[in-house]
């Protein structure tokens, strides 16, 4: 069965500063990987994704995730924080054995401090 | 933004009564999903449907059913609410396919039972 553990339920860096988000999965066969953000009253709206191919994926608002299965990670990182980036982030894991099945981390809560 | 709505968008209901929330998408997606949202649990699977009448049990169906009649419409019952079930519920799609294997979520319905 598949899981997902985000170390840090909330997160604050200053404005300007490296953002590590921290996703670690379980899963007994290749992994599907994703990190959404959320901001207030809204819903979830996909920020990267990992399937297949490049281990290094690129994602909206400068954010990027590097898969490594070595690690069973999945990390979040962006070099600069904006004040925008204020939110919610969850990543989630699937793969094509789950019926499309996704299993969502607990949700890191990031802040940013001027 | 994926065309996807729910209705109804804030809810208020007693203990004891139906309640029916609706998700519409405009998508043609074969698959829909609906989740609950609780502080610290992340996102929870609640039921799935992977084609008209077929639908399938997530990790926190007790209390809840689901039917799907129209590839558009995916409905989520609470026969008789309880305050445990006090909840912010997303709905997502998600076409399946390796290409565009995401989910999309809509923007949530606020349920709380009093």
């Known amino acids: 069965a598949q899981s997902v553990t985000q170390l840090g339920s909330h997160v604050s860096v200053s404005e300007g500063a490296l953002v590590l988000l921290r996703c670690n999965y379980s899963?007994?066969?290749?992994?599907?990987l994703f990190w959404y953000v959320q901001y207030p009253n809204q819903g979830l709206q996909l920020l990267l994704k990992y399937t297949t191919g490049a281990t290094l994926v690129k994602g909206i608002n400068g954010f990027e995730a590097e898969f490594k299965k070595s690690e069973t990670s999945f990390h979040l990182t962006k070099p600069s924080a904006h004040m925008s980036d204020a939110a919610e982030y969850f990543c989630?894991?699937?793969?094509?054995?789950?019926?499309?099945?996704?299993?969502f981390g607990t949700g890191t809560s990031l802040t940013v401090i001027p | 933004d994926a065309g996807i709505t729910q209705s109804p968008r804030h809810k208020v209901t007693e203990t004891g009564t139906p309640v029916t929330l609706r998700c519409h998408q405009t998508?043609?997606?074969?698959?829909m999903y609906w989740y609950r949202q609780d502080p610290g649990h992340g996102l929870r699977l609640i039921h799935y449907?992977?084609?008209?009448?077929?639908?399938d049990k997530g990790e926190v169906s007790d209390g809840y059913s689901v039917s799907r009649s129209k590839t558009e419409d995916f409905l989520l019952t609470l026969e008789s609410a309880t305050s445990s079930q006090t909840s912010v519920y997303f709905c997502?799609?998600?076409?399946?396919?390796?290409?565009?294997?995401?989910?999309?979520f809509g923007p949530g319905t606020r349920l709380t039972v009093t």
């Open positions: 899963s007994s066969v290749p992994p599907y």
């Open positions: 449907s992977y084609g008209v009448k077929d639908t």
């Open positions: 989630a894991v699937s793969d094509q054995s789950t019926g499309n099945q996704f299993y």
């Open positions: 998508e043609n997606h074969r698959y």
């Open positions: 997502a799609i998600s076409d399946g396919t390796i290409i565009s294997y995401e989910q999309y």
